[in-house]
């Protein structure tokens, strides 16, 4: 009974809330700027049904410090997808905001159409931490070009903890094609314990399918 | 001997930290996410947190967080663990609630050390 009654108060609040503001996407803009957490994280729930107020929604991350409202924005942002999405949320892989930057990747991997042509250009950025977000996003970002783009990494890149990723990534995708590159990488990181650690993980993976 | 929570949404780097933990006779649970971390923390209270950075659903930061706010929990030692090897980095765990940090990837005998140290079985 007590989630009833919590569910039930939660509902006479956002009604209460969306009486105070006109219920078109200027008056939930407003709401957006309002002092109490709770109306700003069902305007940005009520944004998310607006396409062509996505750029508002971004400018609302930026300057939001809730959780609530920020993951709000997150899954607002995530329901409506697309270019405009996915363009505006990449410059939040370099923020300072630990969950402004896991919140952009995880909608990121939630947009495959869109991400996946902006890949080639986060795997070779020239900040490390960019490249390992590119391969975290390629975790889970269904793609046929990954282990093209893994296997590229691998071959190319010398910034240990890229690299650390990468094979990672190799583990859950590699193909038998990828063994002798691991062996390469194994070689120019023989003193790095992990490196070589995460290599027979990947090669004993790719070896029996798992 | 201690009982270490390893914080990671990399099951290979869960697999080497735990391997080289228990090289050293320590206890390890596992947890991928800070969200999985804090149940597991909250049943089942730890000696120490290895916590990594950036993770889904809840970030390292943010797990630290919610451990401190906790008065069940709120002395369990952490390191947090993590890539970025920028100062700010190093100041924003500290802030979070990190009693120490350790650059990714940890030689194994700098981990065994560091957490022989923030355990409390040796000393500086």
């Given at each position: ?5 919590s569910?039930?108060q ?25 002092p ?30 809730d959780?609530?409202v ?25 923020s ?6 896991n ?6 991997t ?6 996946a042509?902006?890949m ?52 859950d995708?590699?193909?038998p ?34 | 001997?201690?009982?270490i ?30 969200l999985?971390?804090?149940?597991k ?19 390292g ?39 120490t ?14 957490v ?9």
């Amino acid at each position: 009974m007590g989630f009833v009654k919590s569910d039930t108060q939660e509902v006479v609040g956002s009604t209460e809330h969306r009486r105070e503001y006109s219920r078109d996407p200027e008056g939930m803009l407003q709401q957006l700027r309002d002092p109490d957490p709770a109306r700003r994280r069902w305007a940005a729930r009520d944004l998310g049904e607006f396409p062509e107020y996505v750029s508002h929604l971004v400018d609302a991350l930026e300057n939001e410090d809730d959780e609530t409202v920020r993951q709000a924005i997150f899954d607002s942002l995530a329901r409506i997808g697309g270019d405009e999405v996915a363009e505006l949320l990449l410059p939040f892989l370099r923020s300072e905001d630990a969950q402004l930057r896991n919140g952009a990747v995880e909608v990121l991997t939630e947009l495959p159409d869109a991400t996946a042509p902006r890949m080639e250009k986060l795997l070779h950025d020239p900040d490390p931490d960019i490249r390992i977000f590119a391969l975290d996003i390629l975790r889970v970002l269904p793609h046929p070009k990954s282990p093209d783009w893994i296997a590229q990494i691998l071959a190319t890149d010398d910034h240990v903890n890229v690299i650390a990723v990468a094979v990672d990534r190799a583990a859950d995708v590699g193909t038998p094609a990828m063994v002798e590159l691991l062996e390469e990488v194994g070689q120019r990181f023989a003193d790095e314990p992990y490196i070589q650690f995460a290599i027979r993980t990947a090669l004993e993976r790719i070896a029996t399918g798992a | 001997m201690a009982r270490i929570l390893v914080v990671d949404d990399a099951a290979t780097v869960r697999s080497y930290h735990r391997m080289v933990l228990e090289q050293a006779g320590h206890e390890v649970s596992e947890a991928e996410n800070g969200l999985e971390a804090l149940e597991k923390v909250l049943r089942d209270p730890v000696d120490l947190l290895l916590v990594d950075i950036n993770m889904p659903k809840m970030d390292g930061y943010r797990f630290l967080r919610e451990v401190r706010r906790d008065e069940t929990i709120r002395a369990i030692p952490a390191v947090m663990i993590s890539t970025e090897a920028e100062d700010s980095d190093k100041e924003l765990a500290w802030h979070a609630g990190a009693n120490t940090y350790l650059v990714k990837p940890a030689k194994p005998e700098v981990l065994q050390r560091l957490v022989a140290l923030a355990t409390g079985e040796v000393t500086a």
